[in-house]
């Protein structure tokens, strides 16, 4: 028997891992249904009335807001919204964010704030249980009339049209709906709109880069205080009372968890030749500490996001007011998205320097940390390949949200650009689970060079477990290989 979540006021992100992690269903709560019904009947008593053009449910979209529309055209033109709209190109969404991409949705709508049917939520929600990911594609959003693109094509299957994964392949959405005997859906006004804006492309992204960002974190320390025992570093760094006249939340967190992971260390402890530790080793808590801290910043918009409704117009039925204004406008994730992925970034880029020092032939390991370098290249080269990708995230942190492009015919003048701040931090993710891979492959080799003498009880059980994946390296062999064990290892 399936395990149900059900939607209701607020989600976060402990929610989001259980349902992913656990299959969970989603099921609308009581509440929810009501709250969505009492606004689409709203919605529709007003339409009775109405005398005057009210953006998006009897008038034109962008610049043509001031083309009224006939009550008998209003479906078609809700119809027309989602199908004109779907003009994303480039590469496909990753079926993981996609699913976000439908809970997003889903929660956004279930506020009873926009004016759609009970029934277009519920499907929703069966597309979400029965794996039926649309189609979507990453290039085509502005990031500003909410995620138009994408979010169109997210819609399309609502309506029977364009594609989705089902049971392991892309099927026509036509197909699936009548394989399973389920009729499209017919939008009513503002449907289509209400679908459409929002900005659940970007907050996906974000969540999901979140989510990977708290486990990065978290390796990073672990990577980074294995290479510390492996290089002969000081414990001294860590003193608790050092962080305490600097209390940046952060930096007081990746101290302890530094002096939590090298506890019990024969090496750490150990009579040292040298006074002091280079920067990558020395600032570890400074560096991933304000990393940590944005991390935690960029969770606190994606949390605030998720449970808003950022769909435009807005429907207020308790107060009879029915608003044009700018809630699907992304600036507040594209600025956060941005510097979540130069947050992760210097992730990289200190992990690459601890990478260098290890290979460097420095305090008693050999160079590339090869027995006989010279026959043998030992590893030098992913370090050139941890390099290329650090290189890489510098170029990816770029902030999107400096720029904008006037669209619309002028009527959309300001523009966050937060779409692709997603899709670049989403890549920025990719390439730091590289980076540690990398750093911890030369880390553990590192290590049997300091044998007999032992790091703590974590360190070894770690390098225990990756023994078992990768094994030593006494001469030469293809890297690339044990570079894709050390990432499965890590984060399989």
Partial sequence: MASYFTINDHLDFDSIQDIFSDGLQLKLSAQSKAKIAKCRKYLDQKLKNLGSPVYGINTGFGALYNKSISH??????????????????????????????????????????????????????????????????????????????????????????????????????????????????????????????????????????????????????????????????RIEPFDPLLHQIRAHDGQQEVAAHMNELLKGSQLIRRKKEHVQDPYSFRCIPQVHGASRDAIHYAAMVMETEINSVTDNPTVFPDEDKIISGGNFHGQPLALALDFLAI????????????????????????????????????????????????????????????????SSNGQEDHVSM??????????????IKTILSI??????????????????????????????????MKQDRILFTDIQKTREFLFS
């Fill in 72 to 233: 008998d055209d209003l479906g078609t033109l809700q119809r027309n919204l989602v199908m004109s709209h779907a003009c994303g190109t480039g590469e496909e969404v990753p079926k993981e964010i996609v699913k976000l991409m439908l809970l997003l949705k889903i929660q956004g709508l279930s506020y009873g704030n926009s004016g759609v049917q009970v029934e277009t939520v519920q499907r929703l929600i069966d597309f979400f249980n029965h794996d039926i990911l649309p189609v979507v594609y990453q290039q085509g959003s502005l990031g500003a009339s909410g995620d138009l693109a994408p979010l169109a094509h997210l819609s399309l299957p609502l309506i029977g049209e364009g594609e989705v994964f089902y049971e392991g392949e892309k099927q026509s959405s036509k197909a699936v709906l009548k394989k399973i005997n389920w009729k499209p859906i017919q939008l009513q006004s503002k449907e289509g709109l209400a679908l459409l804006n929002g900005t659940q492309f970007m907050s996906a992204y974000g969540v999901w880069c979140v989510m990977q960002s708290f486990n990065l974190a978290r390796l990073a320390d672990i990577i980074g205080a294995t290479s510390l025992d492996a290089y002969d570093g």
């Fill in 343 to 406: 947050a992760l970034a210097e992730l990289g880029s200190i992990s690459e320097r601890r990478t260098y020092l290890l290979i460097s032939g420095q305090r008693g390991l050999p160079p590339f940390l090869v027995a006989d370098p010279g026959l043998n290249s030992g590893f030098m080269i992913p370090q050139y390949t941890a390099a290329g990708i650090v290189s890489q995230n510098k170029q990816l942190c770029t902030p999107s949200s400096v720029d904008s492009i006037t």
């Fill in 418 to 431: 937060g779409a692709n701040a997603a899709t670049k931090v989403f890549r920025v993710v990719e390439n």
């Fill in 439 to 472: 750093e911890l492959l030369n880390a553990a080799q590192a290590m049997e060079f300091r044998r007999p003498m032992k790091s703590s009880a974590v360190i070894e059980k770690l390098i225990a477990d990756y023994r078992k994946e990768v094994s030593f």
